[in-house]
């Protein structure tokens, strides 16, 4: 799962950056509000940790921002006011959660998995479709109760397409997702990453079907 984070208190930055890649998340880290707009331009996130003071456009004006132009990448608020005030305003602008500094690494963990859990429209750590499995935990898949092997790539595309049940994912947002910035991300190999998940999926009751000049849906064969 792909995150963003917008801290300007390096030390913090650097410590949220090393557990948080420890519990297997992959995350980028910016310190300004301008920076936080760019990135979220280049790439596809599952999920954005923003602290709301920072130097530049402050974090409310970067969550208007994204509310305003049709982002709905969950946003968790992390912050040093505990102010009710500034929570509600927060939430009342699109945050879907708060965390007020400081706080312990399991509770944060906990709320992000929670979010990217009711994304996936599920309470469960597990998602399904049909008779592939998604352990949110672990970032297993599994066909059928058996390991599903792929590529740290199509574990990506995979991914956020589970992510995003019933919903089209373009080949451009894919794209944002599997690569970082400054890589080439071109939608060609988007294509071939789809084509090498169906070969792999063929024992699966699960298909990756493609929305002619729209992108590619997750179904369930009843769904089709």
């Not at 331009?41 to 003071?53: E, H, I, M």
């Not at 945050?95 to 706080?103: I, T």
Request: with cysteine; charged share 30%; net charge neutral.
């Amino acid at each position: 799962m792909k995150l963003l984070l917008v801290e300007d208190n390096h030390e913090l930055a650097l410590w949220l950056g090393k557990v948080l890649r420890e519990e297997q998340f992959d995350l980028d880290c910016v310190a300004d509000g301008e920076s936080a707009v760019r990135r979220l331009a280049q790439s596809r996130y599952d999920l954005l940790l923003l602290d709301l003071k920072l130097p530049g456009i402050d974090g409310r004006s970067v969550l208007r921002r994204m509310r305003r132009e049709g982002d709905d990448t969950p946003v968790l608020v992390l912050t040093a006011s505990g102010s009710l005030d500034i929570k509600v305003e927060s939430l009342e602008i699109g945050a879907d959660d708060y965390l007020v500094k400081p706080f312990e690494v399991r509770e944060l963990v906990a709320r992000i998995k929670a979010l990217i859990r009711r994304r996936g429209g599920s309470s469960q750590s597990t998602l399904q479709c049909a008779d592939l499995r998604y352990d949110l935990d672990t970032r297993e898949f599994t066909v059928a109760g058996a390991p599903l092997a792929l590529t740290p790539r199509e574990h990506r595309v995979l991914e956020t397409l589970m992510l995003r049940p019933g919903r089209t994912v373009s080949k451009a947002q894919l794209a944002q997702a599997v690569f970082g910035p400054g890589e080439e991300a071109g939608e060609d190999a988007i294509e071939i990453y789809v084509h090498r998940l169906r070969r792999k999926l063929e024992g699966s009751q699960a298909r990756i079907v493609t929305l002619r000049g729209l992108g590619y849906l997750l179904r369930e064969p009843a769904a089709e």
